[in-house]
C-alpha cells in the first residue's frame, strides 16, 4: 500500500520517531514489546526490507546483530 499524499521525507522522520518511541518503552519493560498489533498485516518482506534501511542507516552488519543479541539476550 503506497501513501502518495506523504514525501520520502516524512515517512523517514515518522520511521525515525517510531523507531526512537519503540526504544524508549521497550527499554522500559522485562518482557519484549511486541513491534506490531496485531492484525497489522505487516509481511515478511515489508519487515526485512525496512529491517535491511534501518541496519544501512545506522552502520550495523548482520553479524554485528547476532552478537548483540547473544550477549544482551534479547
Given at each position: 500500500?503506497?501513501?502518495?499524499e506523504l514525501?520520502?521525507?516524512e515517512?523517514?522522520?515518522?520511521?525515525?520517531?517510531?523507531?526512537k518511541?519503540?526504544a524508549e518503552?521497550?527499554a522500559?519493560?522485562?518482557?519484549p514489546?511486541?513491534a506490531?498489533?496485531e492484525g497489522?498485516?505487516v509481511?515478511?518482506?515489508?519487515a526485512?526490507?525496512?529491517t535491511?534501511?534501518?541496519?544501512?542507516?545506522?552502520n550495523v552488519?548482520?553479524?554485528e546483530?547476532?552478537?548483540?543479541q547473544a550477549?544482551?539476550?534479547h
Open positions: 500500500m503506497s501513501s502518495p514525501s520520502d521525507s515517512v523517514q522522520a515518522l520511521l525515525a520517531r517510531a523507531v518511541l519503540y518503552r521497550a522500559t519493560r522485562e518482557a514489546l511486541p506490531f498489533p497489522a498485516d509481511t515478511a518482506t515489508d526485512v526490507v525496512t535491511t534501511a534501518i541496519l544501512k542507516a545506522v552488519q548482520l553479524f546483530l547476532g552478537m548483540w550477549w544482551s539476550g
